[in-house]
């Protein structure tokens, strides 16, 4: 598996979380794993993805770091 983490303002999370899945779909990825963890006003996302290509390309679009 290859992981990615983005890390957003709880304010934030909404929003992102719907360009997030918006570029999923419009590129017909899939993560295997999407989840986020909540720290004070700090939101990180987690994905996990079965083809590194994708996750790169997703670290990419979202200023997002390879874990």
């Given at each position: 598996m290859?992981?990615?983490e983005v890390c957003c303002g709880?304010?934030?999370?909404?929003?992102?979380?719907l360009k997030m899945?918006?570029?999923?779909d419009s590129r017909r990825f899939e993560p295997?794993?999407?989840r986020h963890t909540v720290d004070g006003t700090?939101?990180?996302i987690?994905?996990?993805f079965?083809?590194?290509d994708e996750a790169i390309?997703?670290?990419?679009?979202?200023?997002?770091?390879r874990v």
């Open positions: 290859f992981s990615v709880a304010e934030e999370l909404a929003s992102t979380m899945r918006e570029w999923l295997d794993v999407f700090k939101v990180t987690h994905l996990q079965k083809i590194e390309a997703f670290a990419e679009a979202f200023s997002g770091q």
